[in-house]
């Protein structure tokens, strides 16, 4: 028994791959612990001495002939047996000798027992129901966020999951046939079915793996059972090694500055849309209706320069009307230059609807000479963006792409600031009547203790002495 790297047209019999989570030394230890087979390269033709491990009864020594060809032939089968996934012989074994050290006080050899049966269960894989306890699987997944690709492989034996393992890629290839391929000519193939996403390339795909393995090779490409969890599974891996690829500062940068490059890439913007400002509209049937402006800038929230607009032309319940009142003051105030975030101009303006809100928001563009700003809507059922220079064709980006990704947080981060605007007014508005029942105080005097108090509730507790300081209020 040997350990390599690379499989050989030889006629042995191979076991493997073994993943990153498994210790192949560890199974070769519990195999020389188990079973008495020979870890040495005697030369079996030319009978020797046993060494020392025929009498510590760790091994038959078939080098000194003490043992007969099918005593020991039966030894290696039990073995061969237990690489396929029967656990329960070594179990036996492993559990009889530590009882029986155990018994005989021998605590510290019964200890090193105990600690190779937890070394077995980490070995032992979850039986996966529903597959032959023969049938040796690899599963392959591609995921991609637009930047990276990562592959995750998953690999059953005898029925069981053994492992698997992930590579990312810089690059968001998606030819996952040919990674495969290049995959078995490292080494041949000893599974007896591939299982991933490739039916349009499955024929060729297993085609060209057979020429590298010494037996048959099925692709497949499943659409529900056992192999199409395992997909689902190894798929989820994969997208999991996206998001932790690479350190915290690295998987920072590509969520913001890789997200502006790859958003400007897809949507094929004149100018890298580095500063990105998103608007929302807020109200309740129409009342207190306000508008907020968020900012973006390299993908990242540039919080200072948050705006929010009190609507003041537009009657009763209308979004449209409303979102084109907040661009057209907003895009006022930039060529009156006179605050440092209007006079700002952006090279993108991201708006929360669908073709209805982008067409009103265009309308605010041309009204202001501003038409060579980009902008684009965002709608929210199926994510379709909408381009300002071509308003009737929907645009669905990927949906693990990190531009997508950065376009929904900059959304979200519009609709946050904008409903928190909106709570605000209404809250003070709530106030400012319940303080107008109290004889004596009109408008001007509520709105004076809601800005000194915050809230009729905090005026209801405040000391008198510090109500009558405030101008207009008698002693």
Do not use: W
Request: hydrophobic share 40%.
């Amino acid at each position: 028994m040997r350990l390599v790297r690379r499989l050989r047209n030889d006629g042995a019999q191979y076991f493997g791959p073994y993943m990153q989570s498994v210790n192949v030394r560890d199974i070769t230890d519990l195999i020389h612990t188990a079973f008495k087979v020979r870890d040495c390269t005697r030369d079996l033709s030319k009978p020797s001495r046993p060494c020392l491990n025929y009498h510590l009864g760790k091994c038959l020594a078939p080098c000194s002939g003490q043992v007969g060809r099918e005593e020991y032939r039966e030894e290696v089968k039990r073995v061969i047996s237990f690489l396929k996934g029967n656990d329960r012989e070594v179990e036996r074994v492993l559990t009889e000798k530590m009882m029986a050290f155990a018994d005989e006080e021998n605590f510290e050899v019964a200890l090193n027992y105990k600690h190779k049966l937890k070394v077995l269960d980490n070995l032992v894989r979850k039986q996966v129901s529903a597959l032959p306890k023969d049938l040796n699987l690899d599963i392959f997944a591609y995921e991609s966020n637009g930047v990276l690709g990562a592959v995750n492989m998953l690999v059953v034996r005898a029925g069981k999951l053994v492992g698997g393992e992930n590579r990312v890629f810089d690059a968001a290839d998606e030819d996952i046939s040919s990674y495969i391929y290049q995959f078995y000519t490292v080494g041949a193939p000893v599974c007896d079915e591939i299982v991933t996403d490739c039916a349009a390339d499955a024929d060729a795909l297993e085609k060209a793996v057979n020429t590298l393995s010494a037996h048959t090779v099925r692709v497949i490409e499943p659409k529900q059972g056992v192999r199409r969890q395992l997909l689902d599974l190894s798929h989820s891996n994969a997208y999991d090694a996206l998001e932790k690829h690479g350190s915290r500062e690295e998987r920072k940068i590509l969520r913001t500055e890789g997200a502006v490059k790859q958003l400007g890439e897809l949507l094929s913007l004149p100018v890298l849309p580095n500063r990105i400002e998103a608007y929302d509209i807020s109200h309740i049937s129409g009342t207190d209706k306000v508008a907020s402006m968020v900012v973006f800038e390299g993908g990242e929230p540039k919080k200072a320069h948050y705006r929010k607009f009190r609507i003041k032309t537009v009657e009763g319940n209308n979004d449209f009307a409303c979102m084109k009142e907040a661009l057209t003051r907003r895009l006022m105030r930039m060529h009156e230059g006179m605050d440092e975030s209007f006079a700002t101009p952006p090279d993108l303006i991201l708006i929360d609807g669908g073709k209805g809100q982008l067409a009103y928001a265009l309308e605010a563009l041309r009204e202001c000479g501003d038409e060579g700003i980009e902008i684009l809507s965002l709608a929210k059922r199926e994510e379709e963006v909408f381009l300002g220079r071509d308003p009737k064709t929907s645009i669905l980006l990927p949906k693990d792409c990190v531009a997508l990704q950065m376009l929904q947080r900059v959304r979200d981060e519009a609709h946050r600031f904008a409903i928190t605007y909106h709570r605000t007014l209404r809250g003070k508005h709530m106030s400012e009547t319940a303080l107008m029942q109290v004889p004596g105080i009109g408008r001007a005097k509520a709105d004076a203790l809601i800005k000194e108090f915050g809230s009729a509730e905090n005026v209801k507790h405040a000391e008198p002495e510090r109500i009558a300081r405030l101008h207009g209020f008698p002693v």
